[in-house]
C-alpha cells in the first residue's frame, strides 16, 4: 500500500490570497500555539457542491462522501501541451477502462509545467471542450478530480471577465448531472497506478459552497 498526497498546499498565494496568522509561541512560554485562517472555499484543493453554480442546490455539508471517497481511474494525460483543447478522443485514449460510478481522475501533471502560484499555471493551461464534458457525464462518474483549471473562462477570471454560465462546461454540464468537482489537486506525476483509492473530503462547512479538502490517493488497495 502507498499513499499519495494530491493536496495544494495552503500558502500565499496571488490569486486567492490567504491570510494566516499564528498567536503563542512555545518556546516564550505560551501555553499554545494557535493558528488562524481566512481564506475562500474555493481555493487551493477544494470539493464544489451543486449551490456553486446552481440556484437553490445542496450545500457543501450536504456532499454525501460517498462522491469524493471511492475507487478512481487516473487518465494518464501528461503529454497534454499548454493551452492545449483536451477532446473526447483525447480522454477516450487515455482512459484505462473501469465501472460506473468510478472517481475519475484527470492527471495533466500540469503543476510541473507551469508554476500554480504563477499567472501562468492559469492563463496558459489545458482545458476541457463542451464535448469532453458531455463524454465524462456520459461514463457517470460520481465526481471528477483535475490537476489542472479545467474550464477555459477560468483562466479570465483573473482580469475579471464574466462569461455565461454555460462556457464554464464542466461546471455547467458536470455539476447539473450530480457530478462533484474535485479542483487542483496536485503531485499526479507521483502516482504509478492507473486504479486507486481518492479521498477528497471536504471541510463540514454549513451552508458553503464548496470546502478544502486534503485529497489523496492510496495505491495497491483495488
Same mark, same amino acid.
Request: glycine share 6%; proline share 7%.
Given at each position: ?33 494557535? $493558528? =488562524?485562517?481566512?481564506? %475562500? ?7 464544489? /457542491?451543486?449551490?456553486?453554480?446552481? #440556484?437553490?442546490? +445542496? ?58 502560484? $504563477? =499567472?501562468?499555471?492559469? %492563463? ?7 464535448? /469532453?464534458?458531455?463524454?465524462?457525464? #456520459?461514463?457517470? +462518474? ?72 486534503? /485529497? ?7
Amino acid at each position: 500500500m502507498r499513499i499519495v498526497d494530491l493536496s495544494m498546499p495552503v500558502r500565499e498565494h496571488f490569486r486567492w490570497q490567504p491570510q494566516i496568522s499564528v498567536k503563542g509561541d512555545k518556546s516564550a512560554g505560551d501555553q499554545f500555539r494557535v $493558528t =488562524r485562517l481566512s481564506t %475562500t472555499c474555493h481555493g487551493f484543493t477544494h470539493v464544489d /457542491a451543486q449551490a456553486h453554480f446552481i #440556484a437553490g442546490a +445542496p450545500t457543501i455539508e450536504a456532499t454525501p462522501l460517498e462522491q469524493v471517497v471511492g475507487p478512481a481511474r487516473v487518465f494518464d494525460l501528461s503529454d497534454v501541451g499548454p493551452d492545449e483543447e483536451i477532446t473526447p478522443a483525447r480522454l477516450a485514449a487515455a482512459d484505462p477502462g473501469g465501472a460506473e460510478g468510478d472517481i475519475l481522475l484527470l492527471a495533466t501533471q500540469w503543476d510541473l509545467k507551469r508554476d500554480a502560484g $504563477t =499567472r501562468a499555471f492559469w %492563463t496558459e493551461a489545458p482545458w476541457l471542450n463542451r464535448a /469532453a464534458a458531455e463524454w465524462i457525464a #456520459a461514463l457517470r +462518474p460520481r465526481a471528477l478530480a483535475v490537476d489542472f483549471p479545467q474550464d477555459y473562462p477560468i483562466r479570465l477570471l483573473l482580469d475579471g471577465i464574466a462569461v455565461p454560465d454555460e462556457e464554464h462546461v464542466t461546471h455547467d454540464v458536470l455539476l447539473r448531472q450530480g457530478v462533484t468537482l474535485i479542483e487542483y489537486i496536485a503531485n499526479t506525476a507521483a502516482l504509478s497506478a492507473s486504479r486507486v483509492l481518492l479521498s477528497a473530503a471536504p471541510l463540514k462547512i454549513e451552508n458553503a459552497d464548496g470546502a478544502p479538502a486534503r /485529497a489523496y490517493a492510496i495505491e495497491g488497495l483495488l
